[in-house]
């Protein structure tokens, strides 16, 4: 209710809302204390097929378990591979059709309107500066700068891991026609979980810091 580009869209008449919500049922069923990964995945091949937008968040998570394996010991190959058969059950036959269609696997839309050009990286620059602008404020930075420097939280790794590789991506797009930063509102309910943890891990450390300060 506090995000003008989340109210905005959610009654537009696009798949925005539409999109994020299936995306934020993946991500939390990804990210809970015993992740689901068998309805997750099926979010992640879903929302492939809402927006190629999908197939992103689809390889960040994969990959970022893929990191935790190799890691260890937060998964195993097991639970990637399930990962990965439940993201291709809903997604892979549609891609497989369109290849064989059309010759490519996007839609005509976004060849038409993605120029990887110079220009095209500045519109998208634009495009995340009037989002961190309109949305965060000094405030919204300043809490994720705490979540990413004060928290161990695995929602903060995965959430800066999701923020880095979209925002890249936006760029290279150039961004949208639309105002209100339509292709990052899906971003919003991450953002909000990140700015929650900058907020718990501040607080912690200033308590901790308070109390060496009186010893």
Not at 20 to 43: H, S
Not at 138 to 156: D, K, T
Request: glycine share 10%.
């Amino acid at each position: 209710a506090a995000s003008s580009v989340l109210a905005s869209w959610a009654s537009a008449g696009l798949e925005t809302a539409f999109f994020t919500v299936i995306l934020c049922a993946g991500m939390f069923l990804y990210l809970r204390d015993r992740p689901r990964f068998w309805p997750a995945a099926i979010c992640f091949g879903i929302a492939s097929l809402i927006r190629p937008e999908g197939c992103i968040f689809f390889a960040v998570t994969w990959l970022f378990h893929t990191v935790r394996v190799w890691k260890g010991p937060g998964g195993s190959w097991r639970e990637l591979g399930i990962l990965a058969i439940g993201w291709a059950i809903p997604a892979a036959p549609h891609l497989i059709w369109r290849l064989l269609y059309y010759g490519k696997p996007l839609p005509n839309t976004f060849y038409a309107k993605v120029a990887y050009t110079g220009p095209a990286v500045g519109q998208g620059f634009v495009h995340v500066e009037q989002f961190v602008r309109g949305q965060l404020g000094l405030f919204g930075v300043f809490f994720i700068l705490c979540a990413v420097l004060l928290s161990r939280s695995n929602a903060v790794r995965y959430g800066i891991s999701m923020l880095i590789v979209f925002v890249l991506y936006m760029l290279y797009v150039g961004g949208d026609i639309y105002p209100f930063s339509r292709f990052l509102v899906p971003l919003v309910p991450l953002l909000a979980v990140m700015m929650f943890e900058g907020c718990c891990a501040f607080l912690e450390f200033a308590k901790r810091d308070r109390k060496q300060m009186a010893m």
